[in-house]
């Protein structure tokens, strides 16, 4: 991927202009990190980036970026540019694009962020990025304050990569954090929930919650039960035991994940019938949240007689027959009665075994 980013940068440079790769690719690049997120910057416009990539571009932005698709893989390329004002404390109201690689950089939101890479694979670091790297400590570029006030998810994002990286926060953003921490209120819940499930699915997810609660952050960001938060298993079972469905967006498959998790957490988890309904990934992840053995809930489920309704050996037309009935609701009761009599070993799935058992009682 470096060497294809690389080729790009000599797209670009061999155009007669200025192109480096930056931010979080440089970062882990010298952290020993795999990445497989290149931003490139660059003193091209986006017209002049158009002209030179003309088969690869898949889209523009109104912020002076467009993206190039490569075997694949996209590579967003940014021309250098100052922005001038923000609005909302979260998006420039303007850019002006510059011609200056430092001005660009002093725009930027953390010094381990602003480390660039040139087409010779070089590195350079004017902000002093490789310093705050070897110290594992998250600084901002300059001010602090002004860096929060400009862009108030920069605050949820230094939690993250203290997180992820397993850093500290320096005293300055520390403090800044604490005097402008209400402004992530008015952030959306969209942009909130993406950092946070960066935090919430990284392996250092407990010094996350703790350093977001140390901070004060769950007011403002609404985690009335961040500090009840125990045996996190996983990104799912944080949200879970959150229980916020009301308040951030998840999709229709997160959400049906959380309500069922959270309905097992008052069942036993070991119950075959509770196993069969919800599944084992609902279950093993309630079972984390109470402390139960997870391997011991997979192996009774993969003891289960049946793990789903298509698993009983007879079928809808089976029944209708046995009974000499049209189709109706009674097929559905009838299964149902069958699949807890098979779970709870009260009959064998077992074709001639279940067709008695439906002429005796149906």
Known sequence: MLDEAVKILHEITDNGYMAYIVGGYVRDYLLGIESNDIDITTNATPMELQEIFKDNIIKTTDYG??????????YEITTFRKEIKYTDHRKPEEIEYVNDLYTDLNRRDFTINSICMDENKEIFDFLNGKEDLNRRLINTIGSASERFEEDALRILRAVRFATTLDFKLSDEVRSAILEKKNLLKDLSYERKKEELDKIFASPNVNNGIELLL?????????????????????????WAMLDVLDIYPFTNAEKELIEGINAVLELDNMDPYTLF????????????IKGLD??????????????????????????MDILGK???????????D????????KINNNKEEIENYIKDNY
Request: aromatic content about 6%; glycine content about 4%; proline content about 2%.
């Open 65 to 74: 970026s467009i993206t190039v698709m490569v075997k694949n893989i996209r």
């Open 294 to 319: 997870k391997k011991a809930i997979t192996e009774k489920y993969d003891n289960l007689a049946i793990k789903s309704r298509d698993d009983i050996i007879v079928s809808a037309q089976d029944i």
């Open 338 to 345: 069958l699949e807890q009599k098979i779970l709870y070993d």
């Open 277 to 288: 309904k919800y599944g084992l990934y609902v279950n093993s992840i309630a079972g984390a």
């Open 326 to 336: 049209e189709p109706g609701k009674y097929i559905s009761d009838i299964y149902s």
């Open 214 to 238: 140390e901070l004060g952050l769950d007011k403002p960001l609404e985690l009335e039960k961040l500090k009840d938060i125990k045996n996190t298993d996983s990104l799912i079972s944080v």
